[in-house]
């Protein structure tokens, strides 16, 4: 059986970064500042949509949003 806190911390570090990505999309949100990517006809706009998409698809989503981030200031 692996050791829990090899299990354990994986999992804090992409909790504390899915809840930075909420927090600051949060802070950004309805400013000019305003974190959004869109893939075609898909957007990604609310800070909401960001935490969702960051829990399922952390490795894809994460990297995306910072992308996102530096973009809009």
Same mark, same amino acid.
């Given at each position: 059986?692996?050791?829990?806190?090899?299990?354990?911390?994986?999992?804090?570090?992409?909790?504390?970064?899915?809840?930075?990505?909420?927090?600051?999309?949060?802070?950004?949100?309805?400013?000019?500042?305003?974190?959004?990517?869109?893939?075609?006809?898909? +957007?990604?706009?609310?800070?909401?949509?960001?935490? #969702?998409?960051?829990? #399922?698809?952390?490795?894809?989503?994460?990297?995306?949003?910072?992308?996102?981030?530096?973009? +809009?200031?």
């Amino acid at each position: 059986m692996p050791d829990p806190l090899l299990i354990a911390v994986p999992v804090l570090i992409v909790a504390a970064l899915v809840v930075w990505v909420y927090v600051d999309a949060s802070s950004r949100a309805g400013t000019p500042r305003q974190v959004v990517a869109r893939i075609g006809t898909f +957007s990604i706009e609310t800070p909401l949509q960001w935490l #969702v998409l960051c829990i #399922v698809l952390m490795i894809g989503f994460l990297p995306l949003y910072l992308v996102a981030r530096r973009e +809009s200031g």
